[in-house]
């Protein structure tokens, strides 16, 4: 009889061998994650600010050229539109350097921050990317129409073009939110339940 175990003598057996929920990466593959993490988003900004600029150089060009008010004020606000974008991705989006002397912990919650910043930046990406971007194309259309009544026809085709375009634009970055996502989830399953 003494050989016997009770109930609670095989539950707490289990419970003490079950397979703990703690943190399963090291802090080099933290260091790893965030490293590549900080150089994605800096050559995505790049890539955002030389698009800005090559849009900013044409259309001021363009606003140099043309006599027409109404086209002037259009190009005025596209190159404020596409400066207020680069200002909040700048602002907002740019990445932040990991601490070489992080541990583990302080790592992960470096690294999640970080993460959960780029996906609020995606995904409020229609309030400071697309929204500035809307008035002067707009403009320009309204602008075009008034100086060539006989075209609305190629006017309204390039409204729908564009419409398509910042969709699409859209898309794209609310799918990208949702992938950050995963990966924060995955963050906060390696820590177990916060």
């Known amino acids: 009889m003494a050989n016997e175990s009770t109930p609670n003598d095989r539950l707490k057996s289990i419970w003490q061998n079950q397979p703990s929920g703690g943190i399963r990466m090291s802090v080099d593959e933290i ?21 800005a600029l ?36 700048h602002r907002r989006g740019s990445s932040r350097s990991l601490p070489a002397d992080l541990g583990l ?8 921050r970080e993460l959960e ?5 995606l995904q409020s990406v229609g309030f400071w990317y697309l929204g500035p ?8 259309m ?34 990208a939110a949702r992938r950050l996502q995963s990966r924060i989830d995955e963050l906060n399953g390696l820590e177990g339940p916060r």
């Open 31 to 51: 260091h790893r994650r965030a490293g590549k993490f900080q150089k994605k988003i800096y050559w995505r900004n790049a890539r955002e600010y030389i698009a």
């Open 54 to 89: 090559v849009v900013v150089v044409f259309i001021g060009f363009d606003f140099w050229r043309t006599s027409d008010a109404l086209t002037r004020v259009a190009f005025a606000m596209i190159i404020a539109g596409v400066v207020y974008a680069m200002w909040h991705l």
């Open 105 to 112: 912990a302080s790592g992960i919650e470096f690294y999640r």
């Open 117 to 121: 910043r780029q996906q609020d930046l």
């Open 133 to 140: 971007l809307i008035p002067g194309p707009v403009v320009l």
């Open 142 to 175: 309204v602008a075009r129409a008034c100086t060539h009544p006989g075209h609305l026809r190629p006017i309204g085709l390039s409204l729908a073009l564009f419409a398509l375009v910042f969709v699409f634009i859209w898309r794209l970055n609310q799918r």
